[in-house]
Structure formats: C-alpha cells, structure tokens
C-alpha cells in the first residue's frame, strides 16, 4: 500500500496527544484517516445520521480557515484536511450540545471546535507555545471567515443580500478549492497575511512576477464562480 503524504505527525499527534479522542475508537478512526483522501469525503461515522451529513457541508469552509492559519513551517507536518477530520469528528460526537437552529450559528459553533484543534496543534509544534492562547486561536478563525465572507464582497454582493454573508463565503471556500494549490496559496499569502510578491515568490519558490500571474488567474477564477453562482441564484 502506497504512502498517505504528510500523514504520519498528525496520526501521531491525533492519536497520542489528543485528549479527545480515546484510545478505544483509534483503530476504526485510523482507518478513516488513512482512507481519507485531501478533499475527499470521510467514510460514514458507525451511526451515521442526517448531523453527519449537515457537518459534512462545511468541509470545504472550514478547510480554507484552516489552511489561512498554517504557518508556513507547520505544512510539512500538518495537513488542513487532517484538522477539519478531527474538527468534524469532535463536532459530531458532540452534536448533542448544539443549541443553535440556523447554519450561522453551526458554522459559528464549528468555527470554535476548529479553533480549539488548531490551538492544539499549535501548542504541540510551536517552539514558542506561550505566544498562542486558546481564545486568540478561536479569534484568528473569526478573522479569517470574515475575511474570506469579505474578499469579493464588493463585487459579487450588494447591500440588501450582505446578511448572507455566511452562505457567501461557504460558496466561495467552494470556489477556492478549485483552484490549484499554488493560487490558493498566494491569494491566502497576499490577503490574509498581507505578504508582499517577493515574500510570497520565497515561500513558493518563484518569481514575484510568476507570483503576480498566480494571483491574478485565481482572483479572476474566483470572481466567475462567485458571479455565475449569482446568477443561478
């Protein structure tokens, strides 16, 4: 069997580090995790039910908010799609302590759960563990969804539809998802770490005018997503 790339320190960390998950559920979660391709769906928890389905339609949002908050040192160990595996699993055992009723307030609710695995992982591989609280983690995902509901909302909405920001920048994580790695990466470089063309073009190993034409392309790209998907609405 081939190699699952960048695997290995998250399995270790998920399954020997974690306090929430024990160790009676490892061999059926390993399984899940070891099938599970970046963007692909999960297999089916044993006692699968509509809340698996409903958490299963934020996969997309919540895997953009976690790669806007990988730090470029944790990538090589840390895969977005493993965090939001662990965010959705938490999420679905304690599907019971939802008290909301609107896909505002799950995916609020999600964004804390996603918050709290990412604080985790942080303290686990920061070499400065202190400088990273629970609450700041949380409050650095409510950032990036709103900057991710915000980053075409000039152009794709109005004024009277902008309480849908929400269902915008789902629709929009969607849309980012399409297009390659390496776009994503630079547009999450340049609009949610505010990185320069020659900071980008180091960390992508490219030239800032390569940097340029990747943003470009992915910005136009997502522009006629957002706007066809305006039109169907």
């Given at each position: 069997?081939?190699?699952?790339?960048?695997?290995?320190?998250?399995?270790?960390?998920?399954?020997?580090?974690?306090?929430?998950?024990?160790?009676?559920?490892?061999?059926?979660?390993?399984?899940?995790?070891?099938?599970?391709?970046?963007?692909?769906?999960?297999?089916?928890?044993?006692?699968?039910?509509?809340?698996?389905?409903?958490?299963?339609?934020?996969?997309?949002?919540?895997?953009?908010?976690?790669?806007?908050?990988?730090?470029?040192?944790?990538?090589?160990?840390?895969?977005?799609?493993?965090?939001?595996?662990?965010?959705?699993?938490?999420?679905?055992?304690?599907?019971?302590?939802?008290?909301?009723?609107?896909?505002?307030?799950?995916?609020?609710w999600l964004r804390r759960i996603l918050g709290n695995?990412?604080?985790?992982?942080?303290r686990d591989y920061s070499r400065q563990r202190r400088?990273?609280?629970?609450?700041?983690?949380?409050?650095?995902?409510?950032?990036?969804?709103?900057?991710?509901?915000?980053?075409?909302?000039?152009?794709?909405?109005?004024?009277?539809?902008?309480?849908?920001?929400?269902?915008?920048?789902?629709?929009?994580?969607?849309?980012?998802?399409?297009?390659?790695?390496?776009?994503?990466?630079?547009?999450?470089?340049?609009?949610?770490?505010?990185?320069?063309?020659?900071?980008?073009?180091?960390?992508?190993?490219?030239?800032?005018?390569?940097?340029?034409?990747?943003?470009?392309?992915?910005?136009?790209?997502?522009r006629s997503r957002m706007r066809q998907g305006d039109?169907?609405?």
């Open positions: 069997m081939g190699s699952v790339p960048r695997m290995g320190v998250w399995t270790d960390w998920c399954y020997h580090r974690s306090p929430l998950v024990t160790m009676m559920e490892i061999p059926s979660r390993r399984d899940t995790l070891m099938n599970q391709s970046p963007f692909g769906k999960p297999l089916p928890p044993p006692d699968s039910d509509q809340s698996s389905e409903e958490f299963e339609a934020f996969r997309s949002y919540l895997h953009v908010l976690a790669e806007t908050q990988l730090q470029a040192r944790l990538k090589s160990k840390v895969d977005a799609s493993d965090i939001v595996q662990q965010t959705l699993l938490q999420a679905y055992r304690a599907r019971d302590q939802f008290q909301g009723t609107s896909r505002a307030e799950k995916a609020g695995v990412l604080f985790s992982v942080l400088d990273v609280g629970r609450e700041q983690s949380i409050q650095a995902v409510e950032q990036s969804s709103l900057l991710l509901g915000n980053l075409l909302a000039s152009e794709v909405s109005s004024p009277s539809n902008a309480l849908h920001r929400e269902e915008q920048a789902a629709q929009l994580a969607e849309a980012m998802l399409e297009l390659t790695e390496e776009q994503r990466q630079a547009i999450i470089l340049k609009y949610w770490h505010n990185a320069s063309l020659v900071s980008i073009a180091e960390q992508l190993g490219k030239s800032p005018e390569a940097v340029a034409g990747l943003i470009f392309r992915g910005m136009r790209r997502l039109e169907d609405a």
